[in-house]
């Protein structure tokens, strides 16, 4: 039996595309070669240099994580170029992150000035303004950039990967250009939907089927057609979960020694999660009930102390929210396209997230709001009526 070319099921799929008159030009082994020297930059230039990782291990998670996030039955309904959309969105989904000693050093040319500005001269404090302020000039410049890029990464690769002028979002030469030599070969409606799709994980969008076409052609054959929205659900989702110790060896921790506070969290967070998997439905005796589909998600991690767990269980609330709203829009378009797309993800289960040596509850304490309204509005605070006027005076 002759070994498959690719190293997830996912990137053999999408393969196949290569016999499609679109991708007839195309080497998906190359793009994924040269990628991986791209993404390793991130990092390098002290610009997302204490992050968790965007390389190519990141890629390769995310594409195995599709093995179980599309159903079965929707996989047996997936073309060619639905895989290639997917395998490739993912692929270039984080290039934007991608920043040059170069670029930094040519920060002002961009839009970047008006970005800082607004942030240390915003009338409304915040400990995001007051973290700005407390570093020197130096790195006050570095996370300040570095926080631009992180806004403005998504469309950072789309404008890379259309050919569109993106200098007000950092001059960016060097990456762009690699980037636009690694679609050169892609039919260019292809290539704008690609973008599009990158660009989608920063969005909130997706219900929008006249910019998300579910049925996108870019040929006659079946084979040829992609559904734009449900690529971008895929996108959305995987880069979601992908919140597992494999992001953050510790060997890689101790390495980058990261000082940002949020970094630290998100580093904490991570290096604390083990494992992210679907769960079977059950009955109501606890067993497993057979063929029906799955939709809750599992986390399960184990924290020692507090650092991180907080930050991971509320994260996990926004997720569960976001998998809700894709479930739903997955479920109108089925609906009004008949398609046999379907997206069955709808909550997380997070009974497996365990707490050491800690209180795993957040306390606060509300205020009796009818007796304070009393208070203030009845005879009991002031004895004498003069008072009053004064204190109004």
């Not at 793009?31 to 020297?37: G, P, V, W, Y």
């Not at 970047?112 to 915003?122: E, I, K, M």
Request: glycine share 2%; aromatic share 10%.
């Amino acid at each position: 039996m002759k070994p498959e070319p690719m190293p997830s099921r996912a990137e053999n799929n999408a393969y196949k595309a290569h016999t499609l008159t679109a991708f007839s030009n195309f080497n998906l082994i190359g793009i994924r070669t040269k990628l991986e020297e791209l993404l390793a930059q991130i990092g390098r230039s002290n610009i997302f240099s204490q992050y968790t990782k965007h390389d190519i291990s990141h890629i390769d998670r995310l594409l195995d994580m599709l093995d179980w996030v599309i159903p079965k039955d929707t996989i047996k309904q997936m073309t060619p170029t639905d895989w290639m959309l997917a395998v490739l969105a993912i692929y270039f989904h984080d290039a934007g992150l991608v920043v040059t000693k170069q670029e930094f050093d040519k920060r002002d040319l961009s839009d970047f000035p008006q970005f800082r500005d607004g942030v240390l001269n915003n009338p409304i404090p915040s400990a995001y303004q007051e973290r700005a302020r407390a570093l020197n000039d130096i790195e006050r410049e570095l996370f300040l950039y570095q926080e631009f890029v992180r806004v403005h990464h998504a469309n950072r690769i789309q404008c890379w990967i259309t050919g569109e002028d993106s200098t007000r979002l950092g001059l960016a030469t060097e990456a762009a250009d690699v980037v636009a030599e690694l679609v050169r070969n892609i039919d260019d409606d292809f290539r704008a939907d690609l973008a599009l799709v990158c660009k989608s994980h920063h969005d909130d969008d997706l219900w929008d089927l006249s910019k998300y076409n579910p049925r996108r052609y870019y040929g006659s054959l079946q084979d040829e057609s992609a559904n734009l929205q449900y690529a971008a659900i895929l996108l959305r989702t995987v880069d979601l979960l992908h919140v597992t110790r494999d992001r953050t060896p510790s060997v890689a921790f101790r390495l980058a020694t990261p000082t940002d506070p949020k970094s630290i969290e998100e580093w904490a967070k991570q290096m604390s999660t083990v494992s992210v998997r679907f769960v079977h439905p059950r009955d109501d005796s606890d067993k497993v009930i057979p063929n029906a589909t799955p939709d809750t998600i599992q986390v399960t991690a184990n924290f020692k102390d507090p650092s991180g767990y907080f930050s991971l269980t509320e994260y996990l609330d926004y997720a569960e929210k976001q998998l809700k709203q894709s479930h739903q829009w997955a479920e109108q378009t089925k609906s009004k396209e008949s398609l046999g797309y379907s997206f069955p993800w709808r909550s997380i289960d997070t009974t497996q997230i365990k707490a050491t040596n800690f209180v795993s509850k957040q306390f606060a304490f509300e205020l009796d709001k009818p007796k304070i309204l009393n208070l203030l509005t009845g005879h009991t605070l002031y004895s004498n009526s003069e008072v009053v006027l004064r204190e109004l005076i």
